[in-house]
């Protein structure tokens, strides 16, 4: 499974307890962190130019693994914009995007400074959009609320059931 970060703070924390109960329970798992990949914002003038090697290198990562999990913060009440670019760029840098995406098991993670239940209905509604099948339950953490390891386990249980090749290792989409 791939394990998004949308930042190198408290997300990519979360994002490494995913990874790490995906390995205790046997299952193939990569952390990515989007800001680290440097993709440029998405206009149409850096369209032409193109959004370099790390939207090469998240795109092959989405071919690569079926499950998707995404830890973002809330930034002022919606989706954070490494989360918002790298999707505009995967809509228009791939022959069919919609295969990125269609029935993609997908898994919501926050840990926000504020309340963070915002960031997971709307990253819960761009990924339905696209075509992802999102999982009912997801993980809300905060400096006041610690994330639940029984949360996380849950999780990668529920993913793994959708992809039952998981064990086997990445599987292509």
Known sequence: MLILSATNGNNLKLAHAFEAEATT???AAEVM????LQIPLYDSLTKERGAGDGLVKLAEALRQHK????????YNGSIPPVVSNAIAWLSVSTDDFRA???S??????THSGGGGQKVLVAMRLQLSHLGCTVLGRELLSTSQKAANPETITALVS?????????AGGPTKV
Do not use: M
């Open 25 to 27: 329970q046997g299952l």
């Open 104 to 109: 993609r098991p997908v898994a919501l993670a």
């Open 67 to 74: 499950g998707l999990i995404i830890c973002a913060p809330e």
């Open 33 to 36: 962190s989007l800001p680290e």
């Open 158 to 166: 529920q993913l793994a059931t959708l992809e039952p090749s998981y």
């Open 100 to 102: 990125l995406f269609n």
